[in-house]
């Protein structure tokens, strides 16, 4: 079993910054575990997006929406993801899912964290 932890989730207003982290742990022992890891979204009455992955082999895509203002980024040694976001926009509010692909294609979900935009 894996178990992922998201945290950094919160209220912030337009144009501000957060940084979300995702912990993975469990029978997870290192990032060759891993086939990818991302970070989903769900906003109110739309179905659940891509924000963004890292592949094992480094690899990184973005959804259109966030390129240039979200930034992955993996911790190795901890098989930890970030997401740091910049230049937040009200549209970005949504419950923010971590997601781990194992390696063999069996996939995990964090709880999902808050993160409002709003003045």
């Known amino acids: 079993q894996v178990q992922l932890v998201e945290s950094g989730g919160g209220l912030v207003q337009p144009g501000g910054s957060l940084r979300l982290s995702c912990a993975a742990s469990?029978?997870?022992?290192?990032?060759?575990?891993?086939?990818?890891m991302g970070w989903y979204r769900q906003a109110p009455g739309k179905q659940r997006e891509l924000v963004a992955s890292?592949?094992?082999?480094?690899?990184?895509n973005y959804v259109d929406s966030v390129k240039g203002r979200f930034t992955i980024s993996r911790d190795n040694r901890k098989t930890t993801v970030y997401l740091q976001m910049n230049s937040l926009k009200p549209e970005d509010t949504a419950v923010y899912y971590c997601?781990?692909?194992?390696?063999?294609?069996?996939?995990?979900w964090g709880k999902g964290a808050l993160v409002t935009v709003s003045s």
């Open positions: 997601n781990l692909q194992k390696r063999g294609g069996v996939d995990y």
């Open positions: 469990g029978t997870i022992f290192s990032m060759f575990d891993i086939n990818v």
């Open positions: 890292i592949m094992r082999s480094g690899v990184i």
